[in-house]
């Protein structure tokens, strides 16, 4: 049967098998944001935020400072809620979850979607408790061995298990600038969380350290979602493959890093990536 004979049902199925299919190479929407407003106080710091972010990739978001990126990840793990006078509107979805559901538990939800900051900020506590204080409160370990296997796995997952193997029991903050930066993010791994906030984690960083953590980042995209916030153009076009631009509180554009940095569509957008302002 070719085109020409072939009858609605066969058409039908035909195209619903082809869409079917393209939608299998396209990653499932971990996050979806609809029309998110930030207002601290009077100021409008964030202005209908609409974003999809895909599952099991980076997700990078750039833009001038103080254009509202750091406003919008803390959206994600409700972080803006300790900040006073801070209100959020719209809607944020995981997995299909409204996270703005007033039962549900915000604890559980920071365990789901983790964060790392811009400073590396390690407990003022052994390397192993930086990583086993997570699993224990949340209760992910049955016994003593269980925690520590837990920890093995995460400073692994980390790459750092090898740099520090042999001295778990000295201070987190013992360590340099780098490996105290791949401590939280094995502090942030070691609950099994869904989603990885990262907001400018290398800003504090040396190339070198710079080098290690977008490694990381990239082998981690394989089992979590990641989004990232970096003022590093050059960071955004290694690491991600989606890139919002951020401008005065707005979504301005949102595409495959490719495509933004190569052929963006909007003016705006096209003038950041060149340089012209930022
Ligand atoms: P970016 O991450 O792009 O640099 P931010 O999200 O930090 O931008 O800031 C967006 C806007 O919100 C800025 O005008 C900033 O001054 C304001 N803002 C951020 N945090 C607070 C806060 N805790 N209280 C009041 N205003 C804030």
Redesign the pocket.
């Known amino acids: 049967m070719n085109d020409t004979t072939m009858s609605d049902s066969t058409a039908a199925a035909v195209a619903a098998a082809a869409a079917l299919a393209k939608a299998a190479d396209q990653p499932a929407v971990k996050v979806h944001a609809d029309k998110v407003d930030?207002y601290?106080?009077d100021?409008h710091?964030?202005k209908a935020v609409t974003l999809d972010i895909p599952e099991r990739s980076v997700t990078a978001?750039i833009?001038?400072?103080?254009?509202?990126?750091?406003?919008?990840?803390?959206c994600i793990n409700r972080m803006n809620d300790t900040?006073d006078?801070?209100r959020v509107t719209g809607e944020i979805l995981i997995d299909g979850g409204d996270i703005y559901d007033p039962r549900l538990d915000v604890v559980e939800l920071r365990a789901r979607v983790g964060m790392v900051f811009q400073k590396p900020n390690p407990f003022p506590k052994s390397i192993f408790e930086n990583v086993a204080y997570g699993p224990r409160i949340h209760g992910l370990s049955r016994s003593k061995s269980e925690l520590a296997e837990i920890v093995e796995a995460s400073l692994k997952r980390a790459s750092l298990w090898e740099e520090v193997k042999d001295r778990l029991q000295e201070s987190g903050t013992g360590l340099s600038g780098g490996q105290q930066q791949r401590l939280c993010i094995a502090r942030a791994i070691a609950v099994s969380p869904e989603v990885i906030l990262m907001?400018e984690p290398c800003s504090a960083l040396d190339p070198i350290a710079t080098a290690r953590i977008e490694e990381l980042i990239d082998e981690l995209k394989a089992n979590f979602t990641i989004i990232i916030?970096t003022h590093s153009m050059q960071q955004a076009a290694r690491v991600s493959q989606k890139t919002a631009f951020?401008h005065l509180?707005v979504v301005v554009e949102t595409g495959p890093t490719e495509q933004i940095f190569t052929t963006p569509q909007d003016k705006r957008t096209q003038d950041y990536i060149t340089g012209r302002f930022g």
């Open positions: 930030v601290y106080g100021k710091a964030l978001f833009g001038p400072s103080g254009c509202g990126k750091s406003t919008f990840l803390r900040i006078g801070c907001d916030v951020f509180g």
